[in-house]
Every structure is written in C-alpha cells, then in structure tokens.
C-alpha cells in the first residue's frame, strides 16, 4: 500500500484486522498471519503524507472483553517518504477500564520476517503490544526483531519503541503479566537519545498484580546517548517477580558498546516488590559516559520490598567514562521511609563498576552500601554463575549452573506475598531453601555471606532488670555456638563512648557484649546491666545489635543491626576496635514510672 494516505487509531489507513464495534475473539480457535512468519516485506506500507499514519497489525477498538490469542505479525515495512510520522503497532486492544484484555500467546516479528519501521520523522513510533485500559491477562507472547530508525527522543510513555505496553491505571481486576519474552529490539538512529524499553508497565495502585517470569534481552541502540530498560514501571503498584534480564548485549552476542544508559529495571514511581529477578547488564563500551544500573529504582517513600534478587553488572569501559552499578534506590538518609532491601547479589564487578549510588554518592562495596543506606545486611556481591549470560538470542542462558559453587544457593529469605515458583515453574518449596535470582534448583553451596538474623525488637519499658532478646540464627553451613564464638548481643547505653573498651566490664566505658546462654537457634540472650559504667535508671536509652558468624574457614559474620566504618568487614563475634563508632543499631528506652494520682471524693 502506498500513496498520500494517513489518519490514526479507528482512521488508520491500514490494519490487518481491524475491529470497531461488537465484541471478538481473535484467533483463539484458529490464529491469524498478519504478513509473514518466514518471508520479509510480506506487507509493505509507504505513505506520502505529512501527516501521521498509524499501522496496525491487530486492532480492537470497543469496550468490551477481547481475547486476542495465537496470532502471528511479522514481515511487515512501514515508511513514509514525506514529514509525516509513521506509527506501527503489532496488537493493540483499546477498552475501558471495566474489562478484560487477555493476549495470550502471540508473536510479533521474526529473524526472517522482521517489523521494520523505516520512517525518518521524531515522531514515529513502534510497539509490538499495547494492552490499553482494560486488566492485562498478557502471557505467553513473543515480541522480537523490531527495528526502526526515527531518532524519536520521547522518554517513558512517549518513548520510541516499546515491545510490550501495559498501560491501565483504572483497571479494576488484577493484572497478570508473564510468560512473555522481548528481545531483538532496535534503534539504529545514529544521532539521537532514543529510548528502547522491553517491557512497559503503568498499572493500577489498587489490586493484586504481578509482572512474572518474563525473559526480556538483547535491546540495542547506536547512539551513545540512548536509554535502553528491561522493564520500566512508570506507575502503580504490582509484584515483580522471577523476571530474567539481560541487557548489553546485542542479539548475536556481540556487546552493545556504544556508551549508552542501561537499566535492567527502572522503577520511576510505584508500591511495588521486587523479588525473585535475574539482571545482567554485559558489554565494554568504548565511548560515551552512559551510566548503567542492573536495578535503578528513584521512588523515596512509597512501601517498596527489594528481596532475593540478583543484581548483576558486569559492564567494563573499554574507552567509555560511563559508571556502571547493580542498584541505586532513593532516599537520603540511612533506612529511607518505605523501603526494605535485603538477601540480594549486588554484583559489580567491571572497569567503572560500583556496587551501588545512594544519594548521588558511590558506593563501592557491599559494606559500603550497608552503611549508606541501612539495608542489605545479608546481601553480597558474588558471581552468582549465570548458564550463558554473554550469549547469542539462542544460547543465552540466566540459569544457575548446576556444576560451579554458587553463593545464590539457600541464602534467599521468605517474602511476602510468598512467591512459590520460579521463572520455569519449578515449586521452590521442592527444591533447596529458598535460593536467590528467578532460577531455583539443588545447586552448589558457596557460602560467602554470614548468618541471617532476625528477632523482635526489645521493647520499651519501665523495668530496669536487664531485658531479654531472643534471636532466629541461620546459615546454610551452620551458625557457630563454640563458646567465645557463639552469637553475641552487643550493648551500651545511648550516653556511652561509641567505641570498644579495653575490657569487657564496667570499668571501661564503651561497647559491652553477652553471649547467647544456649547452643541453638533460636538463641537467647540477657542483657548484663553490671558491665554497663553506671545503674541502669529510668530515662536511660539502651543501643544494641546481634552478631554471629558461620562454620566455614575463615567464618562469615552477619549483623542485625549495625552499620560498620566504610572498608570494614567483620572477622568475628569478637569485634575489633576497627568495627566502632557503629550507626543505624536498635534501641529501647527505660521509661518513668506513671504516677498514680488518688481519686478525690
């Protein structure tokens, strides 16, 4: 088709199928081929116009349920030879906040019947599948080997190309967005800040929703100024979990090294968990200064949970000036309002790699991180020994392997909601303890993290005999209960020196520490107000933390709560003077007693 034709959504000069009015299932009994699964330029679309023509292969306009299921889109040119935009859109359902829209298995784009958009105005866009207004039942889809050259420098929701568009803030039923695969997406504008996104998602801030076992990778770009993102949650609040990106690192398995911006995932706004994803960001840029982040999350007070992910970036400059980091989260100050982070691997270890950025400051360690931002008190930064990371569309592989040790292996912890499956569907509960990364399996332990510790908090209370704590303790190779290594209760009051004394007893003022009366877990400890350099009395603030270490050699050591000086990592129980002053620790008041006030007659 060619000439001066235009017009956009229910004027649209070209549609494969095009629906208005009524209600229809498309393909769910027999799919439909929109151009070609083996042959190129099976449809080509040329407009002359100045004006925007949108092109769809799959249209459906009314407000009403739709399934759209089983089609296939590929082999499909669009162009125009004037100003005018051209606008493709591989399956769209436009519908109203009270339906359903369910796209289930899919394919838009082939390696032999690619959707090349090849339309020079800024304004020209593709989208392989936009689910619009209606609850996303979107599972099972693939979208791949979109390409375009409009240097189109929208950002989010005006971005250039997007493989799978959720866009429903109204939605009144829960989303569930999983299965799909995106891959094969590129830009090739050699001048301008496109943006290429995999997946996404603008939902709704009330309901249950989950953006599942996704596999999304190999997005390009050629300008050093472009923005490629896994996933990007522009809004709402929705479960993200078991997703597997890989970001960097172009179809064939070359690198993408240009030195563009990366995010595996970009939360921009949103209530949301993140548990259970597999990010790696490759490559070796040799240009540019493009930051990447593995997770880049700029939310500072909404409830957030980041558990159990790998954060891998092993992006390396090779000429670039960019940094690359396995997470940045906001906020400003330690333990920001909302947000928990824990049991992940923050791995980066490339030329320009940091662990993470926390209030535009590097943090190069995962100790430094700690410290920074309160949290990840049992993360790490390992190899967490992905399959195949580096590989082509075909071999690439974000699995564990089953044969190389792994620190990921039974050092995940409990979420809420539960997540009980993994990307393949695996039940977790069959397999190890909980493992970290979207991959669950019997794999090989490396510990290299120390035990994980939790406990309720000593409360305040008027009572001025020594409190008592007990204490959940585990590890994956056992928790050391030797006597002068067994966990420990560190202590002190608020007005005490924040340091380690020469000696264990109240004639040094500082630190002072018990160890737990028992050999298991839980573990229990009392409080010896006796080591304290005064009489513990009402008004008196009591700072603590627990510590423990591991059986291996040379021991783990896990904290809950402290933040220790930046480049210090814990030996021992037994902590040296390098540990003080610790910040971020738990504490409990000593209250004044009430005052009984007779009552007059």
Same mark, same amino acid.
């Given at each position: 088709?060619?000439?001066?034709?235009?017009?956009?959504?229910?004027?649209?000069?070209?549609?494969?199928?095009?629906?208005?009015?009524?209600?229809?299932?498309?393909?769910?009994?027999?799919?439909?081929?929109?151009?070609?699964?083996?042959?190129?330029?099976?449809?080509?679309?040329?407009?002359?116009?100045?004006?925007?023509?949108?092109?769809?292969?799959?249209?459906?306009?009314?407000?009403?349920?739709?399934?759209?299921?089983?089609?296939?889109?590929?082999?499909?040119?669009?162009?125009?030879?004037?100003?005018?935009?051209?606008?493709?859109?591989?399956?769209?359902?436009?519908?109203?906040?009270?339906?359903?829209?369910?796209?289930?298995?899919?394919?838009?784009?082939?390696?032999?019947?690619?959707?090349?958009?090849?339309?020079?105005?800024?304004?020209?866009?593709?989208?392989?599948?936009?689910?619009?207004?209606?609850?996303?039942?979107?599972?099972?889809?693939?979208?791949?080997?979109?390409?375009?050259?409009?240097?189109?420098?929208?950002?989010?929701?005006?971005?250039?190309?997007?493989?799978?568009?959720?866009?429903?803030?109204?939605?009144?039923?829960?989303?569930?967005?999983?299965?799909?695969?995106?891959?094969?997406?590129?830009?090739?504008?050699?001048?301008?800040?496109?943006?290429?996104?995999?997946?996404?998602?603008?939902?709704?801030?009330?309901?249950?929703?989950?953006?599942?076992?996704?596999?999304?990778?190999?997005?390009?770009?050629?300008?050093?100024?472009?923005?490629?993102?896994?996933?990007?949650?522009?809004?709402?609040?929705?479960?993200?979990?078991?997703?597997?990106?890989?970001?960097?690192?172009? %179809?064939?398995?070359?690198?993408? #090294?240009?030195? /563009? $911006?990366? @995010? +595996?995932?970009?939360?921009?706004? =949103?209530?949301? &968990?993140?548990?259970?994803?597999?990010?790696?960001?490759?490559?070796?840029?040799?240009?540019?200064?493009?930051?990447?982040?593995?997770?880049?999350?700029?939310?500072?007070?909404?409830?957030?949970?980041?558990?159990?992910?790998?954060?891998?970036?092993?992006?390396?400059?090779?000429?670039?000036?960019?940094?690359?980091?396995?997470?940045?989260?906001?906020?400003?100050?330690?333990?920001? %309002?909302?947000?928990?982070?824990? #049991?992940?691997? /923050? $791995?980066? @270890? +490339?030329?320009?790699?940091?662990? =993470?950025?926390? &209030?535009?400051?590097?943090?190069?360690?995962?100790?430094?991180?700690?410290?920074?931002?309160?949290?990840?008190?049992?993360?790490?930064?390992?190899?967490?020994?992905?399959?195949?990371?580096?590989?082509?569309?075909?071999?690439?592989?974000?699995?564990?392997?089953?044969?190389?040790?792994?620190?990921?292996?039974?050092?995940?912890?409990?979420?809420?909601?539960?997540?009980?499956?993994?990307?393949?569907?695996?039940?977790?509960?069959?397999?190890?303890?909980?493992?970290?990364?979207?991959?669950?399996?019997?794999?090989?332990?490396?510990?290299?993290?120390?035990?994980?510790?939790?406990?309720?908090?000593?409360?305040?209370?008027?009572?001025?005999?020594?409190?008592?704590?007990?204490?959940?303790?585990?590890?994956?190779?056992?928790?050391?209960?030797?006597?002068?290594?067994?966990?420990?209760?560190?202590?002190?009051?608020?007005?005490?020196?924040?340091?380690?004394?020469?000696?264990?007893?109240?004639?040094?003022?500082?630190?002072?520490?018990?160890?737990?009366?028992?050999?298991?877990?839980?573990?229990?400890?009392?409080?010896?107000?006796?080591?304290?350099?005064?009489?513990?009395?009402?008004?008196?603030?009591?700072?603590?933390?627990?510590?423990?270490?591991?059986?291996?050699?040379?021991?783990?050591?896990?904290?809950?709560?402290?933040?220790?000086?930046?480049?210090?990592?814990?030996?021992?129980?037994?902590?040296?003077?390098?540990?003080?002053?610790?910040?971020?620790?738990?504490?409990?008041?000593?209250?004044?007693?009430?005052?009984?006030?007779?009552?007059?007659?």
């Amino acid at each position: 088709m060619s000439g001066p034709v235009s017009g956009t959504s229910t004027t649209n000069p070209f549609s494969g199928i095009f629906i208005s009015s009524g209600r229809a299932d498309i393909g769910t009994v027999t799919g439909n081929t929109i151009g070609s699964a083996t042959s190129g330029s099976a449809i080509t679309f040329s407009s002359s116009s100045t004006s925007t023509s949108e092109v769809y292969g799959i249209y459906f306009f009314p407000s009403q349920t739709v399934s759209i299921a089983n089609n296939m889109v590929g082999g499909i040119d669009v162009t125009n030879t004037s100003t005018g935009a051209a606008i493709f859109y591989g399956l769209r359902a436009f519908t109203t906040s009270s339906v359903v829209n369910t796209f289930q298995n899919n394919t838009v784009g082939y390696e032999a019947a690619p959707i090349n958009n090849n339309a020079t105005s800024t304004s020209s866009r593709t989208i392989g599948l936009y689910c619009q207004s209606g609850t996303a039942q979107v599972t099972g889809n693939v979208v791949n080997n979109l390409k375009m050259v409009a240097g189109n420098t929208g950002t989010g929701s005006t971005s250039g190309m997007i493989g799978i568009w959720v866009d429903n803030t109204a939605a009144t039923a829960g989303n569930n967005v999983s299965q799909n695969t995106v891959y094969a997406l590129t830009n090739t504008n050699a001048t301008a800040a496109v943006w290429v996104s995999g997946l996404h998602y603008n939902g709704s801030t009330t309901g249950t929703h989950t953006v599942g076992r996704n596999l999304i990778h190999s997005l390009s770009a050629s300008n050093a100024t472009a923005t490629l993102n896994g996933i990007y949650n522009q809004a709402g609040a929705a479960t993200f979990q078991n997703n597997m990106i890989r970001l960097g690192i172009d %179809a064939a398995g070359s690198g993408v #090294n240009t030195g /563009l $911006f990366i @995010n +595996g995932i970009n939360e921009i706004v =949103g209530t949301n &968990n993140f548990y259970f994803n597999s990010v790696y960001i490759g490559g070796s840029p040799t240009d540019g200064a493009g930051s990447t982040f593995a997770f880049n999350s700029a939310v500072t007070v909404n409830t957030r949970n980041y558990l159990n992910n790998i954060f891998y970036n092993a992006r390396s400059n090779n000429g670039s000036t960019g940094k690359h980091y396995a997470i940045k989260v906001g906020g400003t100050t330690p333990n920001p %309002a909302g947000l928990t982070s824990n #049991n992940n691997d /923050l $791995f980066a @270890n +490339g030329t320009g790699g940091f662990t =993470g950025q926390f &209030n535009a400051t590097d943090q190069a360690t995962v100790s430094d991180w700690r410290v920074a931002t309160g949290q990840d008190a049992v993360s790490f930064g390992f190899n967490p020994q992905f399959i195949n990371p580096a590989g082509t569309a075909a071999t690439l592989d974000l699995h564990i392997s089953a044969v190389n040790p792994t620190p990921i292996e039974s050092a995940g912890a409990t979420t809420t909601p539960q997540v009980t499956d993994d990307f393949d569907g695996q039940t977790r509960a069959s397999l190890s303890p909980v493992d970290i990364g979207a991959d669950a399996g019997n794999f090989i332990l490396l510990d290299v993290v120390g035990p994980n510790i939790t406990y309720t908090n000593i409360p305040n209370s008027i009572c001025t005999t020594p409190a008592t704590l007990s204490a959940t303790i585990t590890d994956g190779t056992g928790v050391d209960a030797n006597p002068g290594t067994k966990p420990r209760l560190w202590f002190k009051k608020s007005t005490e020196n924040n340091v380690l004394p020469a000696t264990n007893t109240a004639a040094d003022n500082g630190w002072k520490y018990v160890e737990a009366t028992n050999a298991s877990s839980p573990f229990s400890f009392t409080l010896n107000y006796s080591l304290l350099t005064s009489a513990v009395v009402a008004g008196d603030v009591i700072e603590y933390f627990v510590i423990a270490q591991d059986l291996v050699t040379p021991p783990n050591v896990g904290t809950n709560t402290a933040g220790y000086p930046a480049g210090f990592t814990p030996a021992s129980v037994a902590l040296e003077a390098g540990a003080f002053p610790v910040s971020n620790v738990k504490s409990f008041t000593i209250l004044t007693d009430p005052v009984t006030v007779a009552s007059l007659r």
